[in-house]
């Protein structure tokens, strides 16, 4: 079974930084899987955020571009999300996903809160 714990969320003011965390098991999915980090704000929908494929490719939604970093470490098998410059527009539940297949991801985490004040 999949799974994808989160963590980093947190409270921070406006220009802060926080770092997320994605461990994702078993260890197969780091060197199988696409994954992603995805935010859903209140009354909104959830929406890319960064996408990293096993061959290194990333991409960045256009409104974090130079502020967000998503990273990857094969050997703990974890996803990281380090968020700089963070506005109160960014304040969401992160969620970490894995796999894409037929248009979606197959697995989510349950995600994390991240609460920017200004």
């Known amino acids: 079974q999949v799974r994808l714990v989160e963590s980093g969320g947190g409270s921070v003011e406006d220009g802060g930084s926080l770092k997320l965390s994605c461990v994702a098991s078993?260890?197969?999915?780091?060197?199988?899987?696409?994954m992603a980090w995805y935010r859903q704000a209140p009354g909104k929908e959830r929406e890319p955020v960064s996408t990293?494929?096993?061959?290194?490719?990333?991409t960045y939604a256009d409104s974090v571009k130079g502020r967000f970093i998503i990273s990857r470490d094969d050997v703990k098998n974890t996803l990281y999300l380090q968020m700089n410059r963070l506005k109160s527009e960014d304040t969401a539940v992160y969620y970490c996903a894995a796999c894409w297949e037929g248009g979606k991801y197959n697995h989510w985490g349950q995600g994390t809160q991240v609460s920017v004040s200004s």
């Open positions: 990293s494929t096993q061959g290194g490719t990333i």
């Open positions: 078993p260890e197969y999915i780091f060197g199988a899987c696409e």
